[in-house]
């Protein structure tokens, strides 16, 4: 089905079933894109990037590889997300690299909000609400431990899955996002399994 929102509180612009978005790259990867028409990223590129932080990464990113496929096939040759957003705002651009303008269709993106990611990252409960996540926090206070460490141990392996349900709340509202209607707090956020040179407007 066609969507195309034009104004209204609280939708977006919709057209031909595409969403704009804008995405930060590093150089490798705008030459990839433009050798091959298409970048994938991979497990080893994002253990060298960050070194110490490795297992963060690495633990927040295999968890949405094995979940996001629900809302996004995932093709061959992917192994790990490219992030994008809606708002250009949303972009970190403190490091460099090259913005990328894209218009991603649909049924290749998964979508949600920036602040439900940025709990994930940091090894948060992120819970359906505020006071959920107070009530975890409560919870977890007699052990004396922050959900970093719970996460990146062995030692509470109850409390570690009870984490990592909570983030299936990431997704939400992943349908009334693709339907055009921007329920989010602080803007969207994209997967993308990768970067084609024919989603990109400007930038390359």
């Known amino acids: 089905m066609l969507r195309k929102y034009l104004g209204g509180e609280g939708r977006m612009d919709y057209s031909n079933n595409k969403i704009t978005l804008y995405a930060l790259q590093a150089d490798p990867v705008i030459e990839a894109i433009k050798k091959d028409g298409v970048c994938f990223s991979k497990k080893k590129y994002v253990e060298k990037k960050y070194v110490e932080s490795a297992a963060v990464f690495t633990t927040v990113y295999s968890w949405f590889v094995n979940e996001a496929g629900r809302f996004s096939k995932k093709p061959e040759g992917a192994e790990y997300p ?3 957003f809606k708002d250009l705002y949303n972009v970190d ?13 649909l049924d290749e993106v998964v979508l949600f ?6 709990r994930i990252m940091c090894l948060k409960y992120l819970g359906k609400d505020e ?5 975890f926090r409560e919870k977890i206070a007699p052990y004396g431990v ?7 141990t062995n030692f509470y392996p109850d409390l570690k899955k009870e984490v990592m349900d909570s983030w299936q709340n990431l997704f939400r509202n992943e349908d009334k ?14 997967g993308l399994w990768q970067i084609k040179k024919e989603w990109i407007v400007e930038g390359l």
């Open 82 to 84: 490219y992030w994008a």
């Open 93 to 105: 651009r403190a490091n460099g690299g090259n913005v990328l303008k894209l218009e991603v269709p």
């Open 113 to 118: 909000d920036v602040r439900d990611w940025n």
């Open 131 to 135: 006071k959920e996540e107070a009530a």
């Open 146 to 152: 922050l959900e970093t460490k719970i996460m990146l």
């Open 177 to 190: 996002l693709k339907n055009g209607e921007d329920v989010t707090r602080n803007g969207i956020q994209a």
